[in-house]
């Protein structure tokens, strides 16, 4: 917890379940935005540097994090 945090939580402007739930948040954000720079980087390495043949099992990979990628999203944009 940063100190912005602590001190607003002591001095009750911010309740601490809240900042839980914004700190969660954060986590999973910064875990898909990950997976998202991964997969660029996957398809760079690909797209240039492998023959077509040897891309079927990360291309499966690639579709199975994008898919998760959307459902996160979608459930985002539902909210």
């Not at 954000?29 to 991964?38: G, I």
């Not at 079927?56 to 994008?66: F, G, H, L, R, Y």
């Given at each position: 917890m940063?100190?912005?945090?602590?001190?607003?939580?002591?001095?009750?402007?911010l309740?601490?379940?809240?900042?839980?739930?914004y700190q969660?948040?954060i986590?999973k954000?910064?875990?898909?935005?990950?997976?998202?720079?991964?997969e660029k980087?996957?398809r760079?390495?690909?797209?240039?540097?492998?023959?077509?043949?040897?891309n079927?099992?990360?291309?499966?990979?690639?579709?199975?994090?994008?898919l998760?990628?959307?459902?996160h999203?979608?459930?985002?944009i539902a909210?």
């Open positions: 940063d100190a912005f945090a602590y001190y607003s939580v002591l001095n009750g402007k309740d601490l379940e809240l900042l839980k739930i969660s948040a986590i954000a910064d875990s898909l935005l990950n997976l998202l720079v991964s980087d996957k760079g390495k690909f797209t240039y540097q492998k023959l077509p043949d040897a079927k099992e990360p291309a499966d990979d690639s579709i199975q994090n994008a998760m990628f959307l459902k999203v979608k459930k985002i909210v």
